[in-house]
């Protein structure tokens, strides 16, 4: 590596260690802010009139510092399986070629996010007073700053050839694009095919990651076909990314983070592995019951997954379990648990769809009960035949000890659930709770047990800070391309399109089914929720479909597209936690697939179990 790049890595690893110490400080501090508005508010019903505008204004900086470190740890949500089978030197190239997209786009943005930065200066926040531009100027400052951390990726990862291809293939494409103006504008609204078709999906498909995909393909059309201002799309994005019900999507990664440290989840393990773990396929049941408990609270079906994975798998393969077959389940239960609250999808979608959280929450317990038994029998039908595992009934002194220890672990999903169903607290109000109680739980079994390592606490929370912000980046990237899609007439030829369709209710739900299970493989959850979920809601409600009935079909069509080989994200990871070739686990998987399709069927044949309780 020559100096001056060198040089650039250096810089750029100091800027990136300040940002990740700030987006930490930032994470923190909101969790402050809005336990103390939540006790205030509850206990001494005295509210903090300016607690939500105090954490609103940190938000958009803790979102776009949390992006930043996303990009310059390579984390952002991307399309990566056709990309991986290519050849070594293809990769680089790609990977430059990304990164060259990615400076493209931001660059193109510091202008017209420093301009709308400036013109929110003449607002001033009502409890506060203070000018709204500062809360603005997250989006430039974001901005300068992933310029530098793609530029400096570049320069620690490519060679002279690569960039030199990468750059003229750039130069190439932006160049037709340019000189077909007149044909483009001309083809009318078919040209929708080649900016969100074609571009897209070669951007996607060619690993750049989604949000910045999104971006490229709506500056492209914007610029080109409309000649709209580039500061919509920053105002776009700004308005999407600052939904103050979004601040729950930090704060639950938070939440998993000290999940973690506290070995709560273990305890949770250890309990159910006592009280079942000596039957046939028992540990395959405590799997499931452990996603199902676990699920949704750490905000990443990774994190999920990695958390109970790693406690389970040694003694089931002593067992006698083979770990394709283990990774197959553990990639399913994944998309059984797409519906539990507090699911970070349920959240987006009340927040794009204007849906009510807290129905959405009652509405996805009943739906997840049905996949996870659709999955026990599957279970059940490929343990018959195993031999009983050489495992004594545990006494009843050590299920009563587990359950004592696991009390804690077993209260919080019901005290989050609890809260939020009985309205005492909104999504983003129990979070903070939920942090609040893990913390304090995790350091008085600390006291007993010394089992949390305070070294991981730093680097776990610049992970979660990272998480989140590449989440909501894509939230606002798609925010902005929704825009577009709408501005063009899309939204009113779909919705034409679709009324056409033969069958009423039950040809959309068809249409609904195959398209987001298609969607969560390419896209993933929230990605497709932010950019489809305002298109189709109307729909479904136009045609009488419940929308928590309609929510629940689509989240779990989009997690059985997230978990199916050969494009799904969420089943490479499952093969990766368990460190088995993915080539062994296809086999497998597609008996868990077609349960949880069955019971897909059952959900939205039967809009009771999504609403009877509502």
Known sequence: MRLPARALVCLNRWVMNVVGFLAVALLVIETCVLLAGVFFRYVLHSPLIWSDELASSLFIWLAMFGAVLALDRGEHMRMSAIVNK???????????????????????????????????MWITTPALGIPDGVRAAALPTGAVLMLLAAV?????????????????VLAAVTAVLWVSEPLLTAMGNYNLIIFFFVLLGACVFGGIPIAFAFGTATIAYLGIVTHAPLMIVVSRMDEGMSHLVLLAVPLFVMLGVVLQLSGMARTLIDFMGSLIGHVRGGLQYVL????????GISGSKVADMAAVAPALFPEMKKRGSKPEELAALLSSTGAMTETIPPS??????????????TALFIGGLVPAVVATIAIALVCWWRSRKEEMPKVERAPLSVIGKTFVIALPALALPLLIRVAVLEGAATATEVSTIGVAYVVMVGLVMHLFMRHIDFRKVYPMMVEAAALSGSILLIIGMASAMAWALTQSGFSAALVDVISEIPGGAIGFMIITILTFIVLGSVLEGIPAIVLFGPLMFPLAEMLGIHPVHYAMVVILSMGIGLFAPPLGVGF???????????????????????????????????????????
């Open 344 to 357: 970070l999808v349920l959240i987006t979608i009340g927040a794009v769809c204007s849906v009510s959280i």
């Open 572 to 614: 490479y990871a499952a093969c990766a936690i368990s460190k088995v070739s993915s080539d062994g686990v296809i086999r497998r998987v597609w008996g868990y697939l077609g349960a949880l399709i069955v019971a897909l069927i059952v959900v939205a044949c039967f809009p009771w179990l999504s609403i009877g309780f509502l």
């Open 86 to 120: 290519l050849p070594e030197s293809w990769r680089g190239f790609c990977e430059t070629l990304s990164a060259m997209i990615v400076c493209l786009f931001v660059a193109m943005i510091i202008s017209p996010a420093m301009q709308h930065s400036h013109e929110q």
């Open 152 to 168: 400096a990726r570049m320069a620690k990862y490519s060679s002279v050839r690569q960039f030199g291809f990468g750059l003229g």
């Open 288 to 295: 499931l019951g452990a996603m199902f408990l676990v699920s």
